[in-house]
Each structure stands twice: as structure tokens, then as C-alpha cells.
């Protein structure tokens, strides 16, 4: 079982130690550097790659790794293509073709130089551009790069690549090589010839032609006074490890020399012979082998063979010369354990693909904040369709998988990237609507107080006593307190206004159709007390007409009463699933109170509006009773007109809806029963006599 040793074989079945049990390695196994490859793509955000590799070992089982890295970090793979080797053309057609139609950018190469020149040939021929090549260390040190017609194409390439090192005396070795030399004389001299410029004597012609103009090479020549690829000991990869393979084999040997007797690692603590030890005998000592480089790395073997995977990362970028050159930009080193063993220097990268910044391999471009991703049907998952989130759901970043719904109180902004604080809906008084009802409320309230100071005034006048003086200014005041009551549903609306609101509302109209309703009774025993022998002529004192109006009022507020006590209104906040406006309103608490407030206030009105149409044909001295009639055939039609209106409105055009009934049937009331007599008493005042009164009414009889 002989100990082997390789410096450039890195195909990861060398690893299985029951078939290479004694197989050592300088060189990284191709695993860790397709696990390294996947992280770099991924490192640059590149979720859409191309795979490209040759069709042996090494490149078929590199790239399966690559792509079973890139899958589970949730990447997808664009194409995967086969450089075939048995094929004079490598398949480079097809392969650039295919590479040239995809929408990946970053395409993974894993092959050998020497196959990889058909593919890159053939692709300089279809003018493939934009794309970013990501290699493996076969090809990252090839000599072919070099060479200007593959720079336009191979320029940004990035990489893995073997480390290179210092190799002590190497580079005087090789500035002492001379053709006096006997091993590879012939090669020397072809070498020489090149670097120098000269030409050495031909023996079947000693002498140089005195017309040539190439100088005779004399063999003196040094190697020291010209910089070549020759001896630029730098960047050489390969040949580091070939020296490190050497180093190996001589410290694990200078090992087994230096065991002391009696203290060796063998059975009975024997030693192994330098002049005559066994294969396994070395094997241990290879097995232990742990060297201090002069880089600060150390190389030793793992269980399977294998020294620390440790990697350059190269980009290739053009000299001032125009000629590739790779430039380390960062490093991948398995050994470090402390840190990040993936490092990476994205300002030192230039790319080849004339963008600025990192490239892009996406299959489609990113969903911004505001939609989510959908998959495409028969498509890989990173191919995906932006999807606008729904309303009133949001997306806060890129590539939301899914919409987030914002809370109950809060609305998506125009961008649907944050959830903002609804709009808040009431009728405020800062609001047109608002500053306009409000300002015809008060307006309004002002015409009953001139009516009620007009009263006053003509106190004494027939029209004035005739209509019942006390409780027409009661009515007045009533009507007056109808519209400011319109008031309180202006307004942010606060707790107390929520339960004010309404009661107010109730028990204020309640009074004023209270009045009314008195007036039209009144009206009616007015005229039956008239008839000779009537027994009605105590009922028409004003006592009666206050009894009634108590009466009616105590009704509606007992139901007031009994809904703040088992129900009362309270403030609500109303958010409609679709929309980005919070209302904010007084719930009535139980409907059913509410109804039966409004129905008692129709019940009084309707009331009033059969007793006054009655009573229409009744010899009245001013014809009360068919103002009457038509104030409550008004004040129904408005309040009638309401129900419907008001269920088919919400928020603030609600309330609205109520101030606008108030208003319109409280202004009913005011034109039918006043204004006539309003316009008598101001313009009309010889109709405001006796004679012209009792002379109405004597027609009337008739």
C-alpha cells in the first residue's frame, strides 16, 4: 500500500479512504469548492444562473454540487449544458447559443481550459456579451487567457483559484538555468533563443550569415537582467503545490529519521528504519504530518486526505496594457476557526458587463414593497409575477411572499408599503358641510326670536290675541331651541354629546309639536264653546292648553329616561373592510328606542295634522286650523322623506341627513304658522283690527 501524493487531483472520489485509503492531496477537493462557487453566486445576490460543465468527473460531479447548493438557498438554475468532449466541436454551438438566448447573467463554468477554448471560440463568433463567467480553479491559472483575443469576452470573470506561495531559492534556481546544462539542453536553447533574441551556431553551419542581423547567443547570457512569465515566481499556483507535495513527502520522512529508540509511535514504541521502512510506516507519519508555512497556514491532512480547503478569489481585469490580469479580491478558507471563512472585497471587482455596480441574474426583476410575488405556472420558482397587495393590505419590503392586512384603525398609504392611521370621518364643524349647517342653525334660530319680539310688540293686537299669545311664544322659543338643537350633532363626537344628542333632539321637538297639537285642540274648543249652552267655555283657559303640552312632553321624556338607562347611545368607531376612512359616530344604542322616540314625535304630529284637517272648514277667526294642516303635512312629508335617506347614508352625510331634516321641518313649521300673520301684522296692518276679523269670521259662518 504505497503512499501517494498529488498536487492537482481534486476530484472529490479520491476523498473515499476504503478505495484510496493511502491517497494524499495538496489541492483542495472539488466539494468545498462547489460549496465555496455556490456561496460566491449567491454572495452577489444571483438567483438565475447558468451551469456549464465538462463531461467527465470532475466537471459533472462539481457542477451537481454547485447547482444542489444554489437550489436549496432557494436560488434556480437557468440552463445546465455539456461540454462534450467526445465531440470535435465540444457542442459550442449549441452551448452558446443557449448561453447567449438565456436571461442569466452569471453562468458557473467547471471544465478544463483546453475544452473551454472551443466554447469560448465559438462564443466570440456569436458576439456573446453581458454575461459574468464564475470559474473554477482548473481554468482560473490557464496560460490561453492571456492571450488578447479572449479579453473582451473573459474580462470580470471571477473565481476560484489555487493559492500560490513563496518557494525559498526557486526563483534563483531558475535565473541559474544555462544551455551548458545536460537535462532538457535542447528546450533550454529553443528558450534562450526566445528570451534573448539570438540564435545559437548550427553545427552543420558554424557560422552566423554576415548579412543576418540576429546576434549569436553566447550562452553568458543571465537570466537576472530581464523580467519574463519565465521567472515571475509570484502568482505561480500549480508549481506551489507541486513544491508543497515535495515538502510533504520530505518532513513526514524527516520524521520517521528522527524517531528516538524507544519512543516510536509503533507497537512496543519501536521506530521505523530510514534505510529500510514499510509503505504504512510512512502513512503514519503522513497521517501526523502538520507543516508551518511561511504564510502563516498550516498543511496537514484530514482523515480523508484532504489538506484545508483553501481558496483565492481572482477577478480578471485588463493591464494598463491591455491584457488580463487576476487580481485577488477576496478568499475562502475552511481552516479559519474563528470568523467568516467566506471574505470577499466587492470595491476592488471590476466587471465586464458595462454595469455599474454588481450585476444582475435574476430571472424576473424584484417585487417592490407594495406587491408580492406570485409564482408563474410551469415556470422555476424564482420566475415570479409582482401581484399589487390587495386594499388595505400591505408589503413592507422587497419580495414580500405574502401581504400583511393592517389593523382595523389604519389604511395603506398610496405606496401599500405601510400602513398609515385612517382617515378620521365626522361632521366637524372645521368641515363645509359643517361650518354651513351650523351657520344656517344659528342663522335660522334667529328668525323665531324676531317673530317672538314682533309678538310682543303687537301683544294686544286682534291677530296676536287671537292665536293663543302664551302659547304661540311657547311655540316660538320652542321652534327657536329646534334649531340650535341641530347644534350638537356638529362636532367630533364625544361621549356626553352622544347621549345628549338625540335626547335633546327628541325632547325639544316634542315640545314644539307639542304646542302645536295644543293649539289645533284648542282651536276645536274654541269654536264648540261658542254654541249657546255649551259646557266646553271652561276648557278654553290656558291651563288646558299647558296641560296638554306637559302631558305630551312628560311621554317623550319618560322614553328618553328609560333608553339611557337600559341602552344609551355611545360613541363608535365604524371601519369598513375597503376603505381607508375611520367613522367616527354616536350609536344609538337600541334601535329600538331611538324608533320609538322618533314614532311618538309622528304620533303627536299626525295627531295634530288629522285634528287640524278636521277641523280646516271651522269658522276660525284667522283660520288657525288650516296652517296647521299644512305646518304638519310639511313637517311628516320631511321626516317621512328621512327614513329611507338616512339608511342609505353613512358617516357624517348620516348625521347631515338629520340636520337637514331638522332644519327643514323646524323651517316648516316657521313659514306655515307665523309668516302669514307675520305679514299681516308688518304690511298688511288694517287687517289687524277688530271689525276686519269679526267680519272674516261672520263670512265664514255663513
Not at 470573470?157 to 534563483?172: C, E, S, V
Not at 545536460?182 to 558554424?206: A, L, M
Not at 528504519?273 to 497521517?287: D, R
Request: glycine content about 6%; overall charge positive.
Amino acid at each position: 500500500m504505497q503512499t501517494q501524493i498529488s498536487h492537482f487531483a481534486t476530484s472529490s472520489l479520491l476523498s473515499n479512504r476504503i478505495q484510496f485509503p493511502s491517497f494524499f492531496r495538496t489541492v483542495p477537493s472539488d466539494a468545498f469548492q462547489s460549496r465555496g462557487l455556490a456561496q460566491l453566486v449567491l454572495h452577489f445576490g444571483w438567483t438565475w444562473i447558468g451551469l456549464l460543465a465538462i463531461d467527465n468527473a470532475y466537471g459533472q460531479q462539481g457542477i451537481q454540487i454547485v447547482k444542489r447548493d444554489i437550489l436549496n438557498a432557494g436560488a434556480c438554475v437557468a440552463f445546465t449544458e455539456t461540454i462534450i468532449s467526445s465531440r470535435q466541436d465540444r457542442n459550442a454551438p449549441h452551448i452558446a447559443q443557449v448561453v447567449k438566448d438565456s436571461t442569466a447573467t452569471a453562468v458557473v463554468i467547471f471544465s478544463t481550459d483546453v475544452d473551454l477554448t472551443f466554447v469560448l471560440d465559438e462564443m466570440l463568433r456569436q458576439n456573446v456579451t453581458g454575461k459574468v463567467w464564475i470559474t473554477s480553479e482548473s481554468w482560473a491559472a490557464s496560460s490561453f487567457w492571456s492571450l488578447n483575443k479572449y479579453s473582451r469576452l473573459l474580462f470580470g470573470t471571477i473565481g476560484f483559484a489555487l493559492p500560490g506561495g513563496r518557494m525559498p531559492g526557486f526563483g534563483d534556481f531558475l535565473n541559474k538555468i544555462n544551455p551548458s546544462m545536460v537535462v532538457g539542453n535542447q528546450y533550454i536553447k529553443i528558450f534562450w533563443e526566445q528570451v534573448f533574441g539570438c540564435k545559437f551556431k548550427d553545427r552543420t553551419s558554424p557560422e552566423v550569415p554576415s548579412n543576418s542581423t540576429i546576434k549569436e547567443c553566447t550562452g553568458q547570457e543571465s537570466l537576472m537582467s530581464v523580467q519574463s512569465n519565465f521567472n515571475d515566481v509570484s502568482s505561480l499556483r500549480a508549481t506551489y503545490n507541486v513544491y508543497l507535495a515535495v515538502y510533504a513527502v520530505a518532513k513526514a520522512l524527516s520524521d520517521l529519521g528522527t524517531c528516538k529508540k524507544g519512543d516510536g509511535p509503533f507497537a512496543n514504541r519501536i521506530c521505523a528504519n530510514i534505510e529500510n521502512f514499510t509503505p504504512w510506516q510512512l502513512l503514519y507519519y503522513m497521517t501526523k504530518l502538520c507543516l508551518n508555512m511561511p504564510d502563516g497556514r498550516q498543511l496537514f491532512f484530514d482523515e480523508n486526505g484532504d489538506p484545508p480547503a483553501v481558496y483565492d478569489i481572482v477577478n480578471w481585469q485588463l493591464s494598463p496594457e491591455g491584457k488580463l490580469q487576476q487580481v485577488k479580491v477576496g478568499s475562502y478558507d475552511t481552516s479559519i476557526t474563528t470568523g467568516n471563512i467566506f471574505t470577499i472585497n466587492n470595491s476592488l471587482i471590476q466587471w465586464g458587463t458595462g454595469h455599474h455596480g454588481v450585476p444582475v441574474s435574476v430571472c424576473s426583476p424584484s417585487c417592490p414593497p407594495g406587491f408580492r410575488k406570485a409564482a408563474i405556472e410551469g415556470q422555476p420558482l424564482c420566475c415570479v409575477q409582482c401581484i399589487p397587495c390587495s386594499s388595505g393590505e400591505i408589503a413592507n419590503h422587497t419580495d414580500s411572499l405574502q401581504c400583511t392586512k393592517c389593523p382595523w384603525d389604519m389604511w395603506t398609504n398610496p405606496a401599500q408599503d405601510h400602513c398609515v392611521p385612517k382617515t378620521q370621518e365626522f361632521l366637524s364643524n372645521e368641515d363645509k358641510l359643517g361650518t354651513t349647517l351650523m351657520a344656517t342653525g344659528i342663522s335660522s334660530s334667529l328668525i323665531p326670536v324676531g317673530i317672538f319680539a314682533i309678538f310682543i310688540r303687537y301683544r294686544t293686537t286682534p291677530i296676536v290675541r287671537a292665536n293663543n299669545y302664551s302659547l304661540s311664544c311657547l311655540l316660538l322659543v320652542s321652534l327657536s331651541l329646534c334649531f340650535l338643537c341641530s347644534l350638537v350633532f356638529i362636532g367630533y363626537p364625544q361621549y356626553e354629546m352622544c347621549l345628549l344628542r338625540q335626547v335633546t333632539f327628541g325632547i325639544v321637538f316634542a315640545l314644539c309639536v307639542s304646542c302645536i297639537l295644543a293649539k289645533t285642540i284648542m282651536v276645536v274648543i274654541a269654536f264648540k264653546a261658542t254654541r249657546p249652552g255649551s259646557q266646553l267655555r271652561h276648557l278654553t283657559r290656558p291651563r288646558v292648553s299647558y296641560f296638554i303640552v306637559n302631558s305630551c312632553i312628560f311621554i317623550q321624556i319618560f322614553l328618553c329616561i328609560m333608553w339611557l338607562t337600559f341602552s344609551p347611545p355611545f360613541l363608535e368607531y365604524k371601519s369598513e373592510s375597503n376603505s381607508g376612512v375611520l367613522i367616527i359616530q354616536c350609536n344609538e344604542g337600541s334601535p329600538l328606542a331611538f324608533w320609538s322616540m322618533l314614532g311618538y314625535l309622528g304620533l303627536l304630529a299626525s295627531i295634530s295634522f288629522i285634528v287640524a284637517f278636521l277641523a280646516r272648514r271651522l269658522p276660525d277667526r284667522f283660520n288657525e286650523a288650516k296652517f296647521i294642516t299644512f305646518s304638519m303635512l310639511a313637517f311628516l312629508s320631511v321626516w317621512v322623506s328621512y327614513i329611507p335617506a338616512s339608511l342609505s347614508s353613512r358617516g357624517k352625510y348620516m348625521v347631515a341627513m338629520e340636520i337637514f331634516a331638522i332644519q327643514s321641518s323646524t323651517w316648516s313649521l316657521v313659514i306655515c304658522m307665523f309668516f302669514p300673520k307675520c305679514f299681516i301684522i308688518v304690511f298688511r296692518p288694517n287687517m289687524n283690527s277688530r271689525e276686519k276679523l269679526m267680519a272674516k269670521q261672520k263670512n265664514l259662518s255663513n
